[in-house]
């Protein structure tokens, strides 16, 4: 059973093996600190679950962490200005899978790098995304852990 505040008990399996992780995070204007606790199956913290599995767990479901954490573990070119414009095609492809979580929200990203970059190869030939102007390096903002976990 998971129980939390202001959250209904859930019962939850997550099968045979599942690997847990607890911790302690001190926050400021706190004076104890912020426990948390992490599990997840035996499928998703196996080594075998990567960028290649065609499937990607998120901590968060926001549009700016999903682009930026896709681009990164998949190297795919683009611009932090292209997050909706991605996320709506994750969407479209029902490529994106809410799941459990407590304290945020994760999501299953769906699709392999090869089908990433086919999106923004046609993104950039319909005109829905725009190449930038300018050459040089991309500033991705940067993401705390605060806002990954709103």
């Given at each position: 059973m998971v129980e939390g505040p202001g959250v209904q008990p859930i019962r939850i399996c997550l099968e045979r093996n599942p690997q847990c992780f607890k911790g302690s995070i001190q926050l400021r204007g706190r004076k104890k600190p912020l426990r948390h606790f992490i599990a997840l199956s035996e499928e998703f913290a196996s080594s075998n679950v990567s960028a290649s599995?065609?499937?990607?767990?998120?901590?968060?479901?926001?549009?700016?962490?999903?682009?930026?954490?896709?681009?990164?573990?998949?190297?795919?070119?683009?611009?932090?200005?292209?997050?909706?414009?991605?996320?709506?095609?994750?969407?479209?492809?029902?490529?994106?899978?809410?799941?459990?979580?407590?304290?945020?929200?994760?999501?299953?990203?769906?699709?392999?790098?090869?089908?990433?970059?086919?999106?923004?190869?046609?993104g950039v030939e319909s005109g829905a995304i725009i190449l930038p102007a300018e050459t040089g390096p991309i500033q991705w903002p940067t993401l705390s852990l605060q806002d990954a976990f709103r």
């Open positions: 599995s065609g499937r990607t767990l998120l901590a968060s479901s926001g549009n700016g962490f999903i682009w930026a954490s896709v681009a990164n573990i998949h190297g795919l070119p683009g611009i932090p200005d292209w997050a909706d414009w991605f996320v709506g095609k994750v969407c479209t492809h029902h490529a994106l899978s809410p799941t459990l979580g407590i304290g945020c929200s994760p999501v299953i990203i769906k699709g392999e790098k090869e089908l990433f970059l086919d999106w923004l190869s046609w």
